[in-house]
């Protein structure tokens, strides 16, 4: 076999490995906007499909695995060819979990479709179309090999941190003013949390596409602006928001 065939071969099995992972990307942007869908329109149905659809995404993680390990066994890679299969590997790892976040979203909402609507569902509507959008763009750069595309998305990850942290507060509001919207409330705590966490692993895709175009890892500090942890509603402000 000559070189140039050898070489042809090898370019063919890259070209369908980052066709793999296109797919795989596609999957999770669908699931996590059916999700969010099905909590807007509270649509049992959607959410239930949206569950079973998670098979395919595990699927196709799994031959992206084995392909990975594949081409490292028989083909040795080195420098640039090498980090194409480290990065491809890595990211079927964060769309896997993208996509068991979204369907934890899916989850909720068919528990949320049984529930009284409460006024959060907006927010969390927002959030998620922001989320997706970052993963469109995130995905986008990964196919383009564009790093200033993937750094833009790394930035705006700080935007979906904000949103929930305010989302978390709204919540929290919520459930003090009147103890009937505690259960909607508590399942939209949990979806707006998945939300987030989507959000993060599309910034580890966006820090993957920049170590396998510049061979470096990112410096600095990941944007963060989750302050959830430190939200406190105390009992005087609602009074004070309700005079």
């Known amino acids: 076999m000559s070189d140039s065939h050898i070489v042809s071969s090898f370019d063919d099995e890259l070209d369908g490995l980052r066709s793999a992972i296109s797919r795989m990307g596609g999957l999770v942007e669908a699931?996590?906007?059916?999700?969010?869908?099905?909590?807007?329109?509270?649509?049992?149905?959607?959410?239930?499909?949206?569950v079973e659809a998670d098979k395919a995404i595990d699927d196709l993680e799994d031959q992206v695995e084995a392909l990975t390990l594949r081409m490292l066994a028989l083909r040795q890679?080195?420098?640039?060819?090498?980090?194409?299969?480290?990065?491809?590997?890595?990211?079927?790892?964060d769309l896997e979990r993208m996509g068991d976040y979204a369907t934890n979203v899916a989850k909720r909402a068919s528990a949320l479709s049984q529930l009284p609507e409460v006024g959060p569902i907006n927010g969390i509507a927002r959030m998620g179309r922001l989320t997706h959008r970052i993963i469109t763009d995130v995905?986008?750069?990964?196919?383009?090999?564009?790093?200033?595309?993937?750094?833009?998305?790394?930035?705006?990850d700080e935007e979906i941190d904000?949103?929930?942290?305010?989302?978390?507060r709204e919540l929290l509001t919520y459930m003090m003013e009147d103890p009937r919207n505690i259960t909607a409330c508590a399942h939209l705590l949990f979806v707006a949390k998945n939300i987030e966490r989507i959000g993060d692993h599309a910034t580890n895709i966006a820090e993957t596409v920049y170590f396998e175009e510049t061979g470096r890892r990112l410096?600095?500090?990941?944007?963060?602006?989750?302050?959830?942890?430190?939200a406190v509603v105390?009992?005087?402000?609602?009074s004070e928001e309700s005079s």
Request: net charge neutral.
């Open 77 to 93: 890679p080195v420098a640039h060819d090498l980090r194409q299969i480290l990065s491809a590997l890595k990211i079927s790892h």
């Open 31 to 50: 699931q996590l906007a059916n999700s969010i869908q099905a909590i807007a329109k509270r649509d049992d149905a959607l959410a239930t499909q949206c």
């Open 139 to 156: 995905l986008d750069a990964y196919t383009q090999r564009d790093v200033e595309r993937a750094m833009v998305a790394w930035q705006r």
């Open 219 to 230: 410096e600095g500090n990941r944007p963060k602006g989750d302050n959830s942890s430190f």
């Open 162 to 168: 904000q949103m929930y942290t305010s989302l978390f």
């Open 234 to 238: 105390k009992p005087e402000e609602l």
